[in-house]
């Protein structure tokens, strides 16, 4: 699959997984470096993948999903980059973001692996959004064609409310 990053077209390392079909396992590194699993959450889970922490779309887009998440009850949101953990913390930090997780992919790159969502050419994550709900069963799938732009944040909250 291929995206596009300012319009010029880009590799997806790995295979996207299909609505329905069990969500693939990862790790990742949580901001005190301890490896964190998907599994270790209970209830509906979204896996949000940005680029970077530290660039204006994503910027937008972790403190939209961090407003929503008080209206979703038992939702995890989590957010996933290939920013350092380090990073991570210090940004959440600056922009008072507490309703979501950040998580990083920089250590064993797992879950752009594992979601098909890893950029070939630049080592980064694609924008995409991931649902999964209790089950460990995939709901919803996007990724944004062009990364730059923000995802359909409604197309998200109306699949969320279906669940």
Do not use: H
Request: proline share 4%.
């Amino acid at each position: 699959m291929q995206v596009k990053m300012q319009g010029n077209p880009m590799n997806l390392v790995g295979n996207l997984p299909a609505v329905g079909s069990r969500a693939p396992a990862f790790t990742v590194s949580a901001a005190d470096l301890s490896d964190f699993s998907g599994t270790e959450q209970n209830g509906v889970r979204v896996y949000v993948t940005v680029p970077s922490i530290d660039t204006p779309v994503c910027d937008l887009e972790v403190r939209r999903f961090n407003r929503e998440a008080a209206a979703l009850g038992n939702v995890s949101i989590n957010v996933i980059s290939m920013d350092l953990p380090f990073a991570q913390a210090r940004w959440c930090g600056g922009a008072g973001i507490d309703a979501v997780k950040l998580f990083s992919d920089y250590k064993y790159r797992s879950f752009g692996q594992a979601f098909g969502v890893m950029i070939r050419e630049l080592g980064l994550l694609a924008r995409a959004v991931f649902i999964v709900d209790a089950q460990n069963v995939v709901r919803y799938v996007q990724v944004t064609e062009e990364v730059t732009s923000e995802p359909d944040y409604d197309a998200v909250l109306t699949a969320l409310k279906s669940l």
